[in-house]
């Protein structure tokens, strides 16, 4: 069970309360998150990553057992501690004031 | 009686305002989607309880929202409430967010790219919708303005949208560029005589039009004269802020330029200026009232590099005339101190008799005129930065 922690608005978009917890098939990647995180809300398609392209949204950023996977690779497995969930994937957007 | 719904977007949501026909005492509902930009939202000429609602975010993109009645609930159109999250071959539905510029040999070629601000040529990249606007005959066919510059339309109610690639590809994209505000289709207006006929416009490229319904484009520009591209008479470059029509004469186009209110009467084929003695022709909006397709409202504000009305006084002009002759209105509006700017889509006017007349600024501030503009009241002072304001009437 992998957790998820999402900023306001997206879970406000998706009607979420708290954190999301999915089944993610190993391996346990970011892309492999996302796709099951789109597949659960797909009201949430496009606003983390480009529906075309899969690129990250410029200002959000992935950080995971507090590592920046921002830049990492779509395949690139993340930690164990988020494939077991004993930690979350956090999804953070960019700190602005106004 | 009949009942009248304003549609407010703000920088941190969206707003409905309503009252009876007498357009005296308002209700306030809101924020729907509190704390994202609603650039635009417009309801449906057929079906006023179809609204539609352009829901952005810096951080997380575009959503496209729709109500089914009249805003008390919304839904993304590839996901209507109480329905299934997938496709029956278990695909998301998020297909009412997807905006993909049209590369398809069949249609969407030659592929450009436009010019940057510094002169070089920039690939396309999709920001938001800036303008949505209901066809006039059908509630599921809408279409869509959006930055980078270019027109959609959907035929599903917003599940899905396609672009009319012959508008950005028919020839004069590469010299389109934008402006300090980005390069965005903010305005379209459809012949209510000839649905085919539409008129678009774009900051910082100028206005086109088509009669084929989208598929060929060409540039109506001839008559405008702007100082600050290379070619003041140029094709292509000018930054037209805002055109409008009188739906009984829809040959008859008025325009606010960056500089320069302008009319035309012959479908924009030529433009004249009709800036006349207003005490500034920069601006943005440019409405028509609904019963007296020579009576136009501009809102002057002092430049293009001081966006707040000319000596700190919120006047909006009135033409009775087709332009050149104005005169200030200010009954009610605030006459010292007031430093507020009136965007493109943020003024607008209602069918009852008397016209009202509407808009909101940068300030917050939504006001009305039952009477044509010539008293006005505040019907809200305190919302977020108004980006738009729609009236709907409702019998």
Redesign the interface.
Known sequence: MVRIIL????K??AKIIGEVELDVAAPVTLRAVLDAL???????????RD??TGVR?P??RFFACEQDFSNEPPNAQLPAEIAAGTEPLLIV??I?GG | MSKVRVLVGTRKGAFLLTSDGQRQKWSVEGPHFAGWEIYHLKGSPVDPQRLYASQSSSWFGQIIQRSDDGGKTWFQPGTPAGEPMTTPEGFPKGESNKFVYDTSPETGKPLTTHQWYDGTQHPWEFKRVWHLEPSLADPDTVYAGVEDAALFRSTDGGKSWHELAGMRGHGTGPQWAPGAGGMGLHTILIDPKNPKRLFIAISSAGTFRTEDGGQTWQPINRGLRSQYIPDPDAEVGHCVHRIALHGSRPDVLFMQKHWDVMRSDDGGNSWCEVSGDLPSDFGFPIEVHAHEPETVYVVPITSDSLHYPPEGKLRVYRSRTGGNDWEPLMNGLPQENCYVNVLRDATCVDSLDPCGVYFGTTGGQVYVSADGGDHWNAIVRDLPAVVSVEVQVID
Request: aromatic share 8%; charged share 10%.
């Open positions: 900023p306001y608005h997206l406000m978009l789109e597949s659960h809300y797909p009201m949430l398609c496009g606003t983390i529906q075309t949204r200002m959000l957007g960019a602005a």
